[in-house]
């Protein structure tokens, strides 16, 4: 800019419609069934307990790495079955568990 000149002169009005394209986010995730392990008891333990011996899983492997997956799968597995799964959600107002009547 040069002063005591008029800005006209100078500068030329340039005007611009611009559009952003950006991924819309959504507020609701994809949840995993999780296994219940928070309703294991003595009880369910020894069902637990008892698929996992009846299976055997660690006797049909061959190498530690492969019976190591073989036996967190049978643990898995008999925890599906007698624990059950949640796909989560949970109380909607976290907040709200201290209030009473």
């Known amino acids: 800019m040069i002063p005591n000149e008029l800005l006209g002169t100078q500068h030329r009005l340039m005007v611009l419609d611009m559009e952003f394209k ?3 986010r959504s507020n609701r995730r994809v949840r995993e069934p999780r296994i219940k392990w928070w309703t294991l008891t003595k009880e369910t333990a020894g ?3 008892e698929r996992i011996a009846e ?3 660690w ?21 599906k079955e007698t624990l059950g799964l949640s796909m989560g959600g949970g109380n909607r107002m976290r907040g709200a568990w ?4």
């Open 98 to 101: 201290w209030w009473n009547e």
């Open 59 to 79: 006797r049909r492997v061959e190498g530690a790495d492969s019976m190591w997956d073989a036996v967190a799968d049978c643990i898995r597995r008999s925890a």
């Open 47 to 49: 069902l637990i307990v």
């Open 55 to 57: 299976e055997r899983a």
């Open 22 to 24: 950006y991924a819309k």
